[in-house]
Structure formats: structure tokens, C-alpha cells
């Protein structure tokens, strides 16, 4: 074969090959084309799905803890108690910068030493996780990191591929939406510390009771060791394990430099002494309860709340309320309550809701602070100090205690009287309010506007009474709407701090509010002198009864009806005490009142309170003079006057009490009077109280020589009363009525004893009516005399 020949060969073969090639490299280039295209789709979809979470980040406002255990404190540091979750777990929130530093270090070092160095995964971690796992055949370490942990506290799901997929998710979110600190704070406030603890807070407040920012290494590197496996290494039972395991926290703090190997060694060995837990309530269970669930309770996160409470006087005062309910027990009294208040600053000292919290066959978990019941006469003295406000009535005002009726539409006859059934007839203001007198309580209350009334009410406090002033009715001032003894506490310490009101103050944590009132001042010092003045409530109470102390105090009683319930509710200058004595269920109670019932726990309370040192003595009256009256008319007692006693006067009702002469008491007294035996009043009030001046009596047919009018007189001193009619002497048959055929005219009836002497004037006429009743006649029906056959 010739050169030329060879060399276009060599050149088509080399073409050849050459084509090859660039077939084959086509084909490679398409080939990694492919391969990088999958690897860009991979890239591309990684970074997709590692993106997805910043358009789902969770906050840390949406991981917050609501659901948190609540400590409380007494007003000096005492413990009182946790009120757990509804989980019944005992959480405590705290913010990082409230940890100590040490208990930080520790748990880093123990569960994940490069936290701030990764995100939300430690791929060295889970590199060497897995080398260790392929070595040994087993699982030997794991590589969660904190933000992992968290993930799965927050999704409590089974250890399954699935779930370990959605716990990466979940801190990808986590990282996305929160900063390391945050991520760490809400770590620490959730970590499993053995039983139902759960936080570095709670923990270091049971096992130790300090707060976490005051844990020393030696204590910090104990709790650090507890998560890992909270009831392998509980601190009350597995003492000894928890040993071994803080010993490995230490040597990780060492290998993370926090601390030197020395220190490690001498953390050892230092001696820790766990608290012994103290199990649920300490003291005021109630009271505990109602914070915790009552709207304005302070930031959860300020746990533990100091509260107002003083823990010695509440246990005291749990075990007066124990012990009269025993002595009470042959009484049908099961139950009762009690609230101390410092006058000063409205500091809620003790609240005891019922004798038994936790004895549920007795409804102990009923608050009888917060229960509604009928107040009884314990709303008076709120009428009164109205009523001197008004004008209506003044310091020296006489009011009738006598049968008095009111036409009630739709109703019975509305008849109010006292337990006793019985009346005093004219009494003084001070008398009335003393004795608890109804009769004349409801008359004030007419006189001052049931609306007005429940107006005054209401700013004293008492946001329970809110239906209308129509549903209530007169009987308000008895006792006919409902109230707790909360609200009552706070108008009677209104009524001890001159008619400042306030709110109760429950905790030391906040500020007090500032959202005060005062009433009028002048009037409350009436009242105060009134409720604590002894001699006024003898009547009733008797001079030595349990309301009567060695110091000035200012009291009130109630009783509702059927004896369903006894207040008593009264205050020296330094305390405010209310008590309430009753039952839950609704029974009554057998032969007890309100100072029967409630007035001997309020009097044992009041008694320790000044046990070491007596109040100071209630402020004077200012602006106002005592002047002598007559018991029975209120006004400048004459010579004949038999009760003459002391009453102030402002001084300008002080002209006309020296201008005063009459002391005729008034009609409104005849029915009552003439009921009355006559040696307890003077010649003053002789009278002729039957017929009265003006009646008109109709004489039926027939009637004549069969009706009979009587003819009495009061005031008469058991002296023989000489009759005159129309001028005409009748014969005396007793000493103070006679009876008298009545025929048709205008006739003067005159009354006489001695220089004594009345005259009234009625009329008779003929009327073609028929009696409703053989030998009874029907006269003025706003006027019914007393006839008889």
C-alpha cells in the first residue's frame, strides 16, 4: 500500500474515532446534565422544604405557658400553698434572665454543649451518633439538640420515624420564629423534674425553697441532672442515682470549661440538703382559689404571690371557726366564714370560707366569703347614715316603733316587726339603730326613696343588688336582696374609715388601686357612735353581751329570715372583722341569731387582734353638741318628763331645741299606746286616743241602742278619767275607757284628770247599710274605731 494510500486510512480511522468520541462525550455531557439536573431538583427541593419553615415560624408567644401552677406566700414569706394546673401539675414560669447562670451552664453542658454554635440540628452530633451506633451495634448516644427536646415537649407524640420527622419540623419552626434565648427559656420552663414538677422555678422552690436565680453550682448541677430521666433519679427516692448522674453534669461542665476540674471535685462532695415537700394547701384554701381564678389576678409569671394574708391569724382564725361550729352543732349550724381587713390599708389579713375545705359530705368547698345570702339587719346602719345625709332624720329624731301595714300591690299586707313581736313605741334614732329595730328602719327607708337607698348601696360596693328598687321594695333595709360577706367587709370598712371606700387590697405584689371614693364623712361618726355605744343596745342585747368589749369597737348583728343565716360585722379603729354563721344547704338553724351565732366567733377574733395592745379610741364628733331630751319626744324635756338622756345636736338644730315646749307625742302612737301600761308614761301624754279627731261612724238601721263606740284615753297614771260629752258629765266606769251607745250628731268628747284634759271632735250619722257582722258597724275606712255589741 502506497503513502497516500495509508495516510487517508490513518485520517479516516482518526475521523472515525473521532466522531466516536464526540458521540461519547455528547452523550456523557447529556448524561451529567441529567445527573446535575437531579442534583439541582435535590438542592433546590432541600432548600424549598428547609425554607418552608420561615413561612410557618413559631413565636414564642405561641408556645407561652398558660396553663401554670400558682404559689402563694403570706404577707411575711410563710408559704400557703400551690394551686396546680388542671393537669394537676405544679409549672412555674420564669424569665431567663431570673435563672442563675450556674443552672444554665449545667444544663447546656448535660444536654447539648454547642446550643449556640448550630441550629436546629447538630449534624456533628448526628454524625457521631451514628458512627458510635454502627461501632457498638446499638444505639449508644443521641444527638437531640435543646431545640429538639423542646420540639417534643411541645408534641408529646410515640418515639416513632414519623414522629422524629415532625420533632425536626418542629424545631426548624422553632429556630425559624425564636431566638436561641428564647428557644432556652422555654426549654427550662418545661423540663420534667421529677413527680409533677415541671421547670427549673418549681424545682428550685420544692427541692430547695429558694427562687432559680439564687442556686449555687452545687444545687444547679443536682437539678441539671433530674431531666434526663426525672423518676430514675428522683431526688426523694434515688438519692444515690441522682449522685452519679450529677456527677456526669459536672464532668461536662469541666470538658465545656465552666468550671475547672478542682471545682467539680469539691462540688462533689458537697453536701445538698433537699426540703421535704409540703403536700397541697398550708392555710386559706378559699381564699387561694379565689385569687387564682378572679379576674385581675396578678402576671402568673411573678409566682410566687405574696399575698396579704398573715398566716399565723389565719390558722387562728380557721380554728375558731372549727370550734363554734362544734358548740353550735346541737343548733343545726353547720358552716360558717370570716374575713379580717387593716382598716389602714384595706390588707385582706385572713379569709376562711368555710370550717372544712377538703370535707366534701359537708359542701366545704363552698365559699361562704363569696356566697350570696340575705344580709338581714346588717344593711341598716347604710339607711341611717343616708337619712342623716338628707335631712330626714337628725341625731335626736324620734321614730314609732309600732304595728304599722303597707298596701302592696299584688301582695299580702306587707306587716314588718321584730323577732320579739313586740314594740317600744317612740324610740330615739339611736335606740333604733342599736336594738335593730325594723319597724323604724322601714319608716326611714320610706322616707329616703328605696331608689336613693340602692343607689348608695351600690357605691358602698355591693354589685349584687342589681335588679330594680321595685323587686327589693322596703324590705331592702331588712335584708331582702343578696349579698356576701366580702361585700359587706367593704362597707363596713368604708363606714370605719369615715367614708373612704376602697378596694380590699389581696396581694403585695402590685401597686394598690387608686380607685377610691368618699362618701360623707360627718354622718359616719353619728353611726360609729351609735353601733358602739352599749347602753343603747341593752334593750336587745343586754349590757354585757358577746358585742360588748374591753375596748371601743362599733358592731352590728343580722339575721335573715328563718333563721337561715347570723352576721355579726363590726370594727375597732385598727380592724374591720365580718363573720357569717349558717348553713349551706339552705336549713335553718335552731334558736340562734346573730348574736348567738355569729357574734361569738367575730368576738373571739376581735379579742385576739388586741390581745397585746388596745385600739385607739373612735374619733369624736366635731361640730355637734349634747344636749338633755326627753326620751320619748326628742326635744327639751318639761318638768314632767320621767326618761330625760343626752343626744347631739348640730348648732343649728340647737335654736330650736331651746324654742321647744310640746312634747305631745304624735296620733301615729294611739293604737299603740292604748296597749301599753299606763305607769310608763307622763301626764304629757294624756289623751284621748279613741275615737280620734274628725271620725265619722254610720249608724245602720236599727242600730240604734245596740252599737257601742268606746271611748279611751292614754297617759291616764291609773287615775280615774272623768268623760264629757257635748258638755255632758258621763259616769266614770273605768280608768281610762267607757263605752257609749252611739246616736246620730256632732259631738265634743273631753277627757279629764284633774288639771288635765283632751277634746275631740267626731260625728254619727244614719246610714241605710246593714252591719257585716251582727252587732258591728262599718265607719270611716281609713278610720276603724273600736265598736263593739
Known sequence: MNL??????????????????????????????????IIFSFILICLLIRLCPYFAPIHSIDIAQHQLAIEFTDRNGLPLGTILTTDQENTSVVKLNQVSPQFINAILAAEDGNFYQHGALDLKAIVRAIKEAIENRKIVSGASTITMQLARMLDNSPRTITAKLKEVWLSWRLVAGMSKDEILAAYINRLPMGGNIYGVEAAARIYFSIPASDLNLAQASFLAAIP???????????????QQRQKYVLNRMVKEKYISDADAQQIYQEKVIFQTRQQGIIAAPHFLFWLATKNNTPNLESSPIRTTINRPLQQ??????????????????HDAAAVIIDNSTGEVLSYVGSPDYFNEVQLGRNDGVQALRQPGSTLKPFVYELALEKGVISPHSILPDVPTHYAIPGAKLYSPTDYTNTFLGPVRVRVALANSLNIPAVKVLEKVGVETFLNRLRELGFAHLNQSAEYYGLGLTLGSGEVNLWELARAYLTMANLGKSQPLVTTLNSSPSSNSQTLVSHNWRLIIDMLSDRYARSTAFGVDSVLNLPFPVAVKTGTSSNYRDTWTVGFSSDYTVATWVGNFNGEPMRQVSGVTGAAPLWNRIMLHLHEHQAPAD????????????????????????????QEYFSFQDQIAYEKSTDSYLSPVYDEWLAKQPQLNFNADNFRIISPRNGDLFLLYSGGEGHQKLEFKASGTLNQPVEWWLNN??????????????LRPGNWQLEARIGKLHDQINFQVELGNIQPTKPGFSVANPTKVPKVID
Open 228 to 242: 434526663n430521666n426525672p423518676t430514675y433519679f428522683n431526688p426523694y427516692q434515688h438519692r444515690e442515682r441522682l
Open 618 to 645: 373612735f374619733p369624736p364628733l366635731e361640730g355637734m353638741v349634747k344636749l338633755p331630751i326627753c326620751a320619748t319626744t326628742g326635744l327639751k324635756p318639761t318638768p314632767d318628763c320621767n326618761s330625760v338622756v
Open 728 to 741: 255632758r258629765h258621763l259616769s266614770t266606769q273605768s280608768n281610762d275607757a267607757i263605752f257609749w251607745h
Open 4 to 37: 497516500p494510500t495509508r495516510l487517508l486510512k490513518t485520517l479516516t480511522l482518526c475521523a472515525s474515532a473521532s466522531l466516536r468520541e464526540i458521540k461519547s462525550y455528547k452523550l456523557q455531557l447529556k448524561r451529567n446534565y441529567k445527573l446535575n439536573k
Open 316 to 333: 387562728f382564725v380557721e380554728t375558731q371557726v372549727k370550734q363554734v361550729i362544734a358548740s353550735l352543732k346541737a343548733n343545726n349550724v
